[in-house]
C-alpha cells in the first residue's frame, strides 16, 4: 500500500490537467466531486465557528501538535472560476485535536501557507476528532491576491455524523485515500 508521502510526490510532480483536473474520476461513487471550474461552481462558503483565532503562523506542518494523532496529509489546488491555477493564495487550516478539543490558548493545529506556482496546496496534520454537535471536519479560509476571503469547511466521507450536523455539506466532501501510514485527502478550491 502505498504511503501519504507517495501520494503527496505524485500529487507536487503531476503538472496540472485541466479542466477537470483528473481528481474527480477516482473518487468513491457515492461521492460527489469536488465542485470543477467548468461546472460553474464556486466552492461553498460556511462559518469559521467559535475557535478561529487570527494571526496564525505559516507553517505546513502540525503533525507535531498531536503526537497522538492519525497522520493525514491535506493537498488540492485553488483555482479561479475560469480555471486558473492561483499562484500565491492563502491557505489557513485549523482544526481540533484527535480528541475533539481546540488549542484556544495557541497554535497547536492552526496555521497557513501559500499557494505554488500552479495553485497546488498542502498540509501534514492529524484527523480531527469528533466534538459534540459536530461530525469530523476542517476549518479553512482560502484567498486569491486581491481577492474575497472564502471561509469553508471541509469534511470526512463515511462519517456517521454528517447527516445529524446541521450545517454538513457534500459539496465539500474530501476525497479521501488509505495509505499505509495514515489518510490522504484532497480537495479542490473554486474561488473568486
Known amino acids: ?7 503527496l510526490i505524485g500529487f507536487i510532480a503531476t503538472p496540472i490537467v485541466l479542466p477537470r483536473l483528473g481528481h474527480a474520476a477516482g473518487a468513491a461513487a457515492q461521492l460527489s ?23 496564525s503562523p505559516e507553517k505546513q506542518d502540525f503533525a507535531s501538535d498531536a503526537p497522538g494523532g492519525e497522520r493525514m496529509t491535506l493537498a488540492g489546488y485553488v483555482l ?15 482544526h481540533a485535536n484527535e480528541i475533539g478539543a481546540y488549542d484556544n490558548s495557541g497554535y497547536k493545529l492552526r496555521g497557513h501557507h501559500f499557494t505554488d506556482a500552479e495553485g497546488k496546496w498542502w498540509f501534514e496534520t492529524i484527523v480531527p476528532g469528533v466534538y459534540p454537535g459536530r461530525t469530523r471536519h476542517y476549518h479553512l479560509k482560502v484567498q486569491r491576491p486581491g481577492g474575497n476571503v472564502l471561509t469553508t469547511q471541509l469534511y470526512f466521507p463515511g462519517e456517521p455524523d454528517n447527516e445529524r450536523d446541521r450545517i454538513f455539506n457534500a459539496a465539500l466532501l474530501l476525497d479521501v485515500r488509505a495509505t499505509s501510514d495514515g489518510k490522504f485527502g ?7
Open 186 to 192: 484532497r480537495y479542490d478550491f473554486i474561488v473568486v
Open 1 to 7: 500500500m502505498p504511503t501519504r508521502r507517495h501520494f
Open 33 to 55: 466531486p469536488t465542485p470543477t471550474c467548468d461546472d460553474d461552481n464556486l466552492t461553498p462558503a460556511q462559518t469559521e465557528g467559535p475557535y478561529f483565532t487570527p494571526e
Open 80 to 94: 479561479t472560476e475560469n480555471c486558473q491555477p492561483v499562484a500565491k493564495a492563502l491557505i489557513e487550516l485549523w
